[in-house]
């Protein structure tokens, strides 16, 4: 499984950017994609989550802001992220599930992860 994260960038306050994930090698009908961002000093984070079926779950700090969507026979997953804030500075990362993640609340923690993408780096900016 290969996990491929073009785009990223930098942009202003009340911005909005999409990021997008290429999945290779991988099926998405039963299984998690889901965002992830680490910005410095900060743990990592757990941003956006979709299931196979197209359940989504999201941290409290981007509800509202942003959307996850998948195209699944591209196996594809997108985050539209808007209204964007400093505290959104971070590198984003894509990252694939190995199997179906049981209860919504495990959807965004970390280790339940086993294919991550190499990063992207958004930089928001007053």
């Known amino acids: 499984v290969h996990l491929v994260e073009p785009g990223g960038g930098s942009v202003h306050v009340g911005g909005s950017l999409r990021l997008s994930c290429e999945a290779y090698g991988y099926a998405t009908s039963s299984r998690c994609l889901v965002w992830f961002r680490h910005a410095p000093g900060k743990e990592r984070e757990g941003v956006a989550g979709i299931e196979g079926h197209g359940g989504t779950s999201y941290a409290d700090s981007v509800k509202g802001r942003f959307t996850i969507s998948q195209v699944y026979a591209r196996k594809s997953v997108y985050l539209q992220r808007n209204n964007l804030k400093p505290e959104d500075t971070a590198v984003y990362y894509c990252?694939?599930?190995?199997?179906?993640?049981?209860?919504?609340?495990?959807?965004?923690?970390?280790?339940?992860?086993?294919?991550w993408g190499q990063g992207t780096q958004v930089t928001v900016s007053s």
């Open positions: 990252a694939a599930s190995s199997g179906p993640i049981l209860g919504i609340r495990n959807v965004l923690l970390p280790n339940r992860y086993a294919y």
